[in-house]
């Protein structure tokens, strides 16, 4: 089924549109003219991840820079305890739940999707799994029969650890908007979910920490205000 007119536009990320096109369904449309091949790649990923017993929308279509797939209907993580922030205790168990799931399916074999290999320095003797490489909580949907996770381009192998790693750097860094008070504030409750993301799922191993910042760093999508929070925390690693 190809959709030619999208419908109404229930959500934009930063390279794609969302577009609710009746049954439960969404037309997600990405408007940096990524090749067809990209697309049906992540489309791929996502049947994979779902086979494997991922909470992932069911993907019914793809056409051109669009993936028709099962609505997500439902607040983000981020959302939902950002109105409720003394509840970050619960929120950050279950993104270490999911980042759990992920991780029980192993790297695909001959005839699944290809996936990039692993980044950084970890033992040849770890086990490749599924990584998704951007599990926050903006990208895990709170649905009415649980959490979904979205946004599936940027998925790799190689082992847990690196998934960890990565969410820490990216929850633990990222920039915190809005009036100064309100921002410390914020902050304060970010290192607290943040840390106990990592207790829930880790340990991670200040190698993997060191890998992660450096990856997170080169990302053209990263603040410069958190690329500059990271990289003062990268000689102190190092030097470990």
Do not use: K
């Not at 419908?7 to 990524?34: E, F, T």
Request: net charge positive; charged share 25%.
């Amino acid at each position: 089924m190809t959709v030619r007119t999208p419908g109404r536009l229930v959500g934009s990320g930063r390279n794609a549109d969302v577009y609710a096109v009746g049954g439960g369904r969404v037309l997600r449309r990405y408007r940096d003219g990524r090749e067809t091949r990209l697309v049906e790649h992540e489309a791929r990923v996502m049947t994979y991840a779902r086979a494997g017993g991922v909470p992932v929308p069911e993907v019914f279509d793809v056409s051109g820079a669009d993936i028709v797939m099962e609505q997500a209907a439902g607040p983000t993580m981020l959302e939902r305890f950002g109105r409720r922030p003394w509840t970050y205790r619960g929120y950050a168990r279950l993104l270490a739940g999911l980042h759990g799931l992920v991780h029980r399916v192993p790297a695909p074999g001959p005839g699944g999707p290809a996936l990039p290999a692993r980044f950084g320095s970890g033992e040849p003797r770890e086990t490749d799994v599924l990584l998704h490489r951007d599990l926050h909580p903006l990208n895990v949907i709170l649905t009415a029969d649980g959490p979904m996770i979205i946004d599936w381009e940027g998925a790799a192998r190689g082992p847990a650890v690196a998934d960890v790693a990565l969410t820490w750097a990216i929850v633990g860094f990222s920039e915190v908007p809005g009036p100064r008070l309100e921002a410390l504030i914020a902050r304060s409750v970010q290192a607290a979910f943040t840390r106990e993301f990592v207790r829930a799922a880790g340990p991670v191993e200040d190698s993997w920490r060191l890998a992660a910042l450096r990856q997170r760093i080169a990302d053209p999508n990263a603040l410069p205000v958190e690329v500059a929070r990271m990289e003062r925390l990268v000689p102190t690693l190092g030097a470990r």
